[in-house]
């Protein structure tokens, strides 16, 4: 009898034991990411490719927009591209141009002022002999005038001889003539001075002109630099255009379950509108959430196994207790419970815990967000 108690003792220690080794709930579900699928892009819908409930890899061409409208703004952007690529070329070419040009200039100017320097002192020579030509002129032409004067009255007292009289009128023509000539001589060589004078200032101005060559290099370089800014802008519009054409054949972002789809043939579409989910079913991508009660979590720390059980099907999988919440799912809820009053009743909290499957778990895709499932954690070995 003693030996057959201190046998029901001990077996009954062990399933003690074992069973404190584990803490389990019945309140758990699967857990997942559910991806929204929508436009990120307004446009008109042509075809749609699925249905709800069907499954699809990632990439799979979901929905197919009108691209209509968006090849035509791909072709405008590729058309902007090319005229501002050829703006930017002539500007470019242009650079070394103007600085050679500008140097020239310089060049040209200073030939031009030392040429005109010289025509105006050969102007001024012009002129000088020709003002001391003028006093000449005028001076025999006043002898000429004192020699008439004076033969008029003896001619015509028979004096002098008529003829000689004859002479000196004739001659006094002739210096009054000569007057003219040399007066119209030192006119045209005041009006070369002053042409000479003329063409030193224009050469000058344009020496300072072409002084300004840095600044014409530097806006030359300034406009080449803004055409090179316009050419980058326009590959940034046709990128986005290309981008938006691309946004027009709707893909899948996972592979999983079609659901909620809501978009239609024939419907217009803004973007951001969600037009369905796709739900994965890969192991790797859902989880569950355990809530267990606080008392429970003592010895609880992740990475500790755990049996999963799961209702639908009645088989168990393998995962591991991946992190604990920081707070209770009553803290999580809309409106947390305030217990500051004074009909305080104590309630155990539950907390949740997450649990991942451990790799291959799921290789018929069978597991369902939702589910119910019961966790056992190991917490001790």
Same mark, same amino acid.
């Given at each position: 009898?003693?030996?057959?108690? $201190? ?21 758990? =579900? ?21 249905? !709800? ?24 952007? =590729? ?21 050679? !040009? ?38 025999? !032409? ?21 003829? =000689? ?7 006094? *023509? ?20 002053? =042409? ?7 050469? *000058?101005?344009? $020496?300072?002109?072409?002084? %300004? ?62 037009? $369905? ?11 569950? %959430? ?92």
């Amino acid at each position: 009898m003693l030996a057959s108690g $201190l046998a029901v003792i001990v077996i009954g220690g062990i399933v003690y034991w074992r069973l404190a080794a584990w803490e389990s709930t019945d309140n758990a =579900q699967i857990d997942g990411f559910v991806f929204p699928v929508s436009s990120r892009v307004s446009g008109h819908v042509m075809r749609v490719m699925v249905d !709800d409930n069907q499954y699809v890899e990632a990439g799979t061409v979901l929905v197919q927009l009108d691209p209509k409208d968006y090849e035509v703004a791909v072709a405008m952007a =590729q058309g902007k591209l090319a005229n501002n690529e050829a703006s930017a070329a002539v500007q470019l070419t242009t650079v070394p141009i103007t600085s050679t !040009d500008t140097a020239s200039q310089i060049s040209t100017a200073q030939a031009d002022i030392e040429g005109a320097k010289a025509g105006f002192a050969a102007a001024e020579r012009q002129f000088e002999a020709a003002q001391a030509s003028l006093r000449e002129a005028e001076a025999n !032409d006043l002898k000429a005038q004192d020699d008439v004067a004076r033969y008029k009255p003896l001619a015509a007292k028979d004096e002098i001889p008529q003829q =000689q009289y004859t002479t000196a009128v004739s001659a006094q *023509q002739a210096t009054a003539a000569a007057v003219e000539a040399a007066r119209a001589s030192a006119r045209a060589a005041e009006d070369a001075v002053t =042409q000479a004078r003329a063409k030193i200032a224009q050469a *000058q101005a344009e $020496l300072q002109a072409a002084r %300004t060559a840095p600044q014409q290099v530097s806006v030359q370089r300034s406009r080449a630099r803004a055409a090179e800014a316009e050419t980058q802008q326009s590959m940034a519009e046709l990128q986005q255009a290309q981008l938006n054409l691309q946004y027009t054949t709707i893909v899948a972002p996972v592979a999983g379950l079609v659901g909620r789809r809501s978009v239609q043939p024939g419907q217009n579409v803004s973007p951001g509108q969600q037009l $369905l989910t796709i739900v994965p079913l890969d192991s790797s991508n859902i989880w569950v %959430t355990a809530n267990f009660k606080e008392t429970q979590l003592r010895y609880m720390r992740p990475g500790q196994p755990v049996t999963i059980s799961v209702d639908a099907y009645r088989r168990t999988y393998n995962g591991r207790v991946l992190n604990i919440a920081g707070a209770s799912g009553a803290r999580y809820s809309l409106l947390p419970p305030e217990n500051a009053t004074g009909n305080y009743v104590k309630v155990v909290q539950r907390i949740p815990v997450k649990i991942v499957f451990d790799e291959g778990q799921d290789p018929e895709h069978m597991l369902r967000l939702g589910m119910s499932v019961e966790p056992s954690v190991r917490i001790r070995d």
